[in-house]
C-alpha cells in the first residue's frame, strides 16, 4: 500500500475515533490497530497515536471552551494526578514485548466490546455541573494515568467511569474534563515515546487531522442521542481488530 493510500486511512479513521472518542472512548480501539495494520510496530503504533491525540484534545477543548463548558483550573489539577501514572506507563510501553503487547491489547479490545454490551445509562438527574471530588477520585487518577501512559485503548471509559460515577459530574462536563486530562498526560508520554524514536510524525500528523475534526463535531453533537449506530460499527471493528491482534 502507498503511503499516500495509509494517509488517506488513517485521515477517515481518525474522524471516526475523534468523534467516538469526545462523546464516550474506545477511539484508539480503531486507531492503534488501524497503525499496527499499516505495519508499524506495537511501540511505534502506540507513540504515533499519541500525536493525533493531542492534536485531537486541543481542538476539543477549544471547542468545550467555545461552547461556554470550561472548568481548567479543576481539569488541570484532576490532570496532574494522571502525570506520574503516565510517565510510569509510557515508560513500559516502550520496553513490552511486541507480542505480548498485542495480547494484551487484543485482551483489552474484547472487554471495551463487553463494557459496551452491558453498560447501562445514568440517569442524568443523579449528576451534576460541579461533582464531588474525593481522595478516591484523585487515586483513581493516577490509576488512570498509569494505564493511559501504557496503553490508551479505553481509558476514555475509566475516565467516564471515574468523573460520572465516582464524581458525579453529567456526562457534558464529564467529557469536558476528558479531554483536558487526556490532552495534559499525553504531553509526557508523547515525549517518552519521541525520544525513544518511537513516532511517526507524519502518519501521526494525517490521523490527528482525522481526529481533531471529529473530535470538533463530537463535542457539538455531546448533548445528543446519535450514538447506536456508530456503537455497533465500533463493536464490529474491534472485534474485528482484536482476532487479527491474536494471530487468527
Given at each position: 500500500m502507498s503511503?499516500?493510500?495509509?494517509l488517506?486511512i488513517?485521515?477517515?479513521?481518525?474522524?471516526?475515533?475523534?468523534?467516538?472518542?469526545?462523546n464516550?472512548?474506545?477511539?484508539?480501539?480503531?486507531?492503534?490497530?488501524?497503525l499496527i495494520?499499516?505495519?508499524?510496530?506495537s511501540?511505534?503504533?502506540?507513540g504515533t497515536?499519541?500525536?493525533a491525540?493531542?492534536?485531537?484534545n486541543i481542538?476539543?477543548?477549544?471547542?468545550?471552551?467555545?461552547?461556554?463548558?470550561?472548568?481548567?483550573?479543576?481539569?488541570?489539577?484532576?490532570?496532574?494526578f494522571?502525570?506520574?501514572?503516565?510517565?510510569?506507563?509510557?515508560?513500559l510501553?516502550?520496553n513490552?514485548?511486541?507480542?505480548l503487547?498485542k495480547?494484551?491489547?487484543g485482551?483489552?479490545?474484547?472487554?471495551?466490546?463487553i463494557?459496551m454490551l452491558?453498560?447501562?445509562?445514568?440517569?442524568?438527574?443523579?449528576?451534576?455541573?460541579?461533582?464531588?471530588?474525593?481522595?478516591?477520585?484523585?487515586?483513581?487518577?493516577?490509576?488512570i494515568?498509569?494505564y493511559?501512559?501504557f496503553?490508551?485503548?479505553?481509558?476514555?471509559?475509566?475516565?467516564?467511569?471515574s468523573?460520572?460515577?465516582?464524581?458525579?459530574?453529567?456526562?457534558?462536563?464529564?467529557?469536558?474534563?476528558?479531554?483536558?486530562i487526556?490532552?495534559?498526560?499525553?504531553?509526557?508520554?508523547?515525549i517518552?515515546?519521541?525520544i525513544t524514536?518511537?513516532?511517526?510524525?507524519?502518519?501521526?500528523i494525517?490521523?490527528?487531522?482525522?481526529?481533531?475534526?471529529?473530535?470538533?463535531?463530537g463535542v457539538k453533537?455531546?448533548v445528543?442521542?446519535?450514538?447506536?449506530?456508530?456503537r455497533?460499527?465500533?463493536?464490529a471493528?474491534?472485534?474485528?481488530?482484536?482476532?487479527k491482534?491474536?494471530?487468527?
Amino acid at each position: 500500500m502507498s503511503e499516500l493510500n495509509s494517509l488517506f486511512i488513517l485521515f477517515g479513521v481518525g474522524l471516526i475515533a475523534g468523534f467516538i472518542n469526545v462523546n464516550a472512548g474506545g477511539g484508539s480501539s480503531l486507531t492503534l490497530p488501524a497503525l499496527i495494520f499499516l505495519g508499524l510496530d506495537s511501540a511505534l503504533a502506540n507513540g504515533t497515536n499519541r500525536v493525533a491525540l493531542l492534536i485531537q484534545n486541543i481542538s476539543a477543548v477549544q471547542s468545550f471552551k467555545k461552547e461556554d463548558y470550561h472548568q481548567f483550573g479543576l481539569s488541570f489539577k484532576l490532570a496532574l494526578f494522571t502525570l506520574p501514572g503516565a510517565i510510569a506507563g509510557a515508560v513500559l510501553a516502550v520496553n513490552i514485548d511486541d507480542l505480548l503487547f498485542k495480547k494484551i491489547l487484543g485482551v483489552v479490545m474484547i472487554g471495551i466490546v463487553i463494557s459496551m454490551l452491558f453498560n447501562k445509562k445514568r440517569s442524568e438527574n443523579e449528576n451534576n455541573a460541579k461533582g464531588i471530588i474525593t481522595w478516591i477520585g484523585y487515586l483513581s487518577m493516577f490509576g488512570i494515568g498509569f494505564y493511559g501512559g501504557f496503553l490508551q485503548v479505553g481509558v476514555g471509559f475509566l475516565l467516564m467511569a471515574s468523573l460520572n460515577y465516582l464524581m458525579k459530574f453529567d456526562l457534558i462536563v464529564t467529557n469536558m474534563h476528558k479531554v483536558f486530562i487526556i490532552l495534559i498526560y499525553t504531553i509526557p508520554a508523547l515525549i517518552i515515546f519521541a525520544i525513544t524514536n518511537n513516532v511517526n510524525w507524519l502518519f501521526g500528523i494525517s490521523l490527528g487531522i482525522g481526529n481533531a475534526i471529529g473530535g470538533w463535531w463530537g463535542v457539538k453533537l455531546s448533548v445528543k442521542k446519535g450514538e447506536k449506530f456508530i456503537r455497533f460499527v465500533l463493536i464490529a471493528a474491534i472485534l474485528i481488530m482484536a482476532v487479527k491482534m491474536f494471530g487468527f
